[in-house]
């Protein structure tokens, strides 16, 4: 090792950090300035009370102007834990509607003493410039105006923390050339999203120093020296005013109880934390142990998920990947937990944090800790209960893929199945497992690639790459790919565990060839229909989830007699229009409804006595939605004394549902394939 030119290396990389810090400054600067003016678009008003709200630690008691600030800025930080966000070290809120630097704040480490001297961007230090790209949610930022934030991450953790805390004042060779080309890197990608001179100037003087070095060495190395002893500083101030997430003991603990099934593990947590507390890891303020008796699940690759707890209290999923196996699956997992389709979405799981530092060998990504996965409740139910609670679980897993693929950021799962749908301890399931997901760019609605997720849970067209639909060996991921393996995961519920494609080794033909044959063992039509839909051998014949929602299974009976209501409203429908192919459609079931009621019934609702006339109603099932929709509108001017018949019928949604339950799906069958699906008054029915 060269003392002398190690220790130049380091004079070196501190002026690489001094160049890089003022386009840094101005294109941080003029992102927060944009946000800024929006936000102020959004929320009206001032503080109330600065005096108040400057000292208030509780964001609920801030002034309702306040109190707004706080929730928007909140919603839009990537750090989910909330508590973590040092807002009140940090901002005056009074300031929030008037200075965007108050704003940007929001999303720096503590400040301390500097609080009062980070004014704007050109006095913040650069690691602050870069905790507010990095922890500034994408959406942010205008489209395709973002740095990419594994550069940002890089030249905070790789290159300004090392410089700080070099031993001796030395780097080496590798650090100086890691610099330059992380630098070189940065700045080319924010003269592509920031043109600007100072980017420019920024960029020949670091290829200055690359080629050239340092022209006044003595210069730079007193410069190196004043931002090293600011660093320090700021390190110091950091460490004193964190000092309270220094750990306490096992009996300190805060617990907030909230799991059943996981309840003997927290147990067993807080008593092993007691006799064995070097074996307590500590991410990010959640401490765990990845020892098996606090394991509740495992993955590929080596991937485990352990039971954690916050010192919040709060419990939490601590999911530990190997480094050299997960990394880019981990990074992508973070990534999509992060976009604001799953961050408002009720239907996937929560993401908190991930850490990249704590551990050589390992990474570890912060979830919501959940009770069960689909599997497991699936094992342990009976047919009857799945078939009863199928709905409500089908509902969810297809609310969760509709907030994936919605614009503007569509999502593909890629790795549906029932060891990652989970339930959470309200019994809501949510979609997990994001570490081979993908987003769709631009106008694309295929993502091609090698086959990735899990034999048994892949779409036709995800499955074999010569069936003929791909292109150079790969397969191919669609929305609709996941729609379908969500067919498959249905399916699943409503068998107790059978594939909709039958049993191995036959089941990749049936499923190449298009062939549920699976679907005939169900009973129910309206189930059977849906998962038809959603099995569709064509990808284009597949509904969206959106679509699949508005089905007849997963309609409550209001929604479904109301559809059929509108539908006996249609001009076509009322005139009996054979030329129109609905209504051929509709009467192609030469069944003559009318046997179904109670001649009597049929009568007394066939006849307006108030005008002393009976309308004749003919055998197609045309009239019969037509008698539908008069008995409904006229149900309540019917008048009194009413006869026994009346309450015979007693509420004719109910009466109509019972006497012809397969009537809403024959209807959606047949509207949602042509353009009736898209009139005004149908439309919520069906998309």
């Not at 352990?306 to 480094?323: H, N, S, T």
């Not at 997960?326 to 991930?354: I, R």
């Not at 006339?613 to 099932?621: A, G, I, V």
Request: charge should be neutral.
């Amino acid at each position: 090792m060269n003392p002398s030119k190690d220790h130049n290396n380091w004079i070196t990389i501190g002026e690489v950090i001094n160049l890089i810090r003022k386009p840094v400054a101005l294109y941080t600067g003029q992102v927060v300035k944009n946000w800024h003016a929006k936000l102020c678009c959004l929320l009206k008003g001032r503080c109330a009370n600065p005096i108040v709200c400057e000292k208030e630690k509780d964001y609920k008691k801030l002034c309702h102007s306040c109190n707004q600030w706080y929730q928007e800025l909140a919603k839009w930080h990537r750090n989910r834990n909330k508590r973590q966000i040092k807002w009140r070290e940090n901002c005056d809120t009074s300031k929030w509607p008037v200075d965007p630097w108050e704003v940007a704040k929001f999303f720096m480490p503590i400040l301390g003493h500097n609080k009062g001297t980070v004014k704007d961007a050109g006095s913040t230090d650069l690691s602050s410039l870069l905790n507010v790209l990095e922890w500034m949610n994408d959406e942010i930022f205008f489209p395709d105006r973002r740095v990419d934030l594994d550069l940002i991450r890089k030249l905070r953790l790789g290159i300004r923390m090392p410089w700080a805390h070099a031993p001796n004042q030395e780097l080496t060779d590798a650090d100086l050339n890691n610099a330059f080309d992380t630098a070189n890197k940065i700045l080319a990608d924010l003269d592509s999203v920031f043109s600007c001179n100072e980017v420019k100037k920024c960029i020949e003087d670091i290829k200055f120093v690359q080629t050239s070095g340092i022209t006044n060495v003595v210069e730079a190395e007193l410069d190196a020296l004043n931002l090293l002893r600011d660093e320090s500083i700021q390190e110091a101030q950091k460490l004193s005013a964190e000092k309270e997430t220094e750990r306490e003991s096992p009996e300190s603990w805060k617990w907030e109880k909230s799991s059943i099934v996981h309840r003997e593990k927290f147990i067993k947590l807080l008593e092993y934390g007691k006799d064995h507390p070097e074996d307590i890891k500590e991410v990010n303020g959640v401490r765990v142990c990845c020892s098996e008796e606090f394991l509740i699940g495992m993955g590929v690759d080596g991937t485990r998920v352990y039971v954690g707890l916050g010192k919040d209290g709060c419990e939490r999923a601590v999911k530990r990947l190997p480094r050299d196996a997960c990394a880019g699956l981990a990074e992508q997992e973070k990534n999509v937990l992060n976009k604001l389709n799953t961050t408002k979405s009720n239907h996937v799981v929560s993401y908190w944090f991930l850490d990249e530092q704590s551990d050589k060998h390992y990474l570890f990504l912060i979830l919501d800790l959940c009770e069960e996965t689909l599997e497991n409740f699936v094992g342990r139910s009976s047919l009857e209960d799945l078939v009863a609670n199928a709905p409500g679980i089908i509902q969810q897993l297809l609310k969760g893929l509709a907030d994936l693929h919605c614009d503007p950021v569509r999502i593909l799962h890629r790795d549906l199945k029932p060891s990652n749908i989970l339930r959470n301890v309200h019994d809501k399931w949510l979609l997990a497992d994001f570490g081979i997901s993908r987003i769709l760019t631009g106008c694309a609605s295929t993502h091609p690639s090698n086959q990735r997720g899990t034999e048994d849970w892949r779409a036709v067209e995800s499955s074999y790459p010569s069936n003929g639909m791909t292109d150079g060996g790969k397969v191919r991921y669609k929305k609709e790919s996941d729609i379908q393996v969500a067919g498959i995961v249905a399916f699943y519920i409503v068998t107790k565990g059978e594939h909709p494609f039958g049993e191995k080794p036959d089941r990749l033909r049936h499923l190449l060839d298009g062939k549920p044959v699976g679907l005939d063992t169900l009973k129910d039509p309206t189930l059977k229909d849906l998962l038809s839909w959603m099995l569709s051998h064509n990808s284009k014949d597949r509904p969206s989830a959106e679509e699949a929602l508005k089905h007849p299974y997963l309609q409550p009976a209001k929604q479904k007699f109301e559809m059929l209501c509108k539908m006996g409203n249609q001009q076509e429908i009322k005139i009996g229009d054979v030329k129109s192919d609905v209504v051929r459609k509709l009467n192609s079931d030469p069944k003559d409804w009318r046997t179904l009621l109670v001649p009597d019934v049929l009568k007394y609702l066939s006849t307006d006595s108030s005008k002393g006339k009976t309308f004749r109603y003919k055998s197609s099932w045309t009239d019969c939605l037509r008698f539908i929709r008069n008995v409904k509108e006229h149900w309540h001017d019917r008048p009194r004394p009413r006869p026994a018949v009346f309450y015979l019928v007693g509420d004719p949604q109910e009466h109509f549902l019972d006497l012809f339950p397969n009537l809403p799906v024959e209807v959606h069958r047949i509207i949602r394939s042509c353009d009736w699906k898209e009139r005004s008054d149908l439309k919520e029915y069906f998309m």
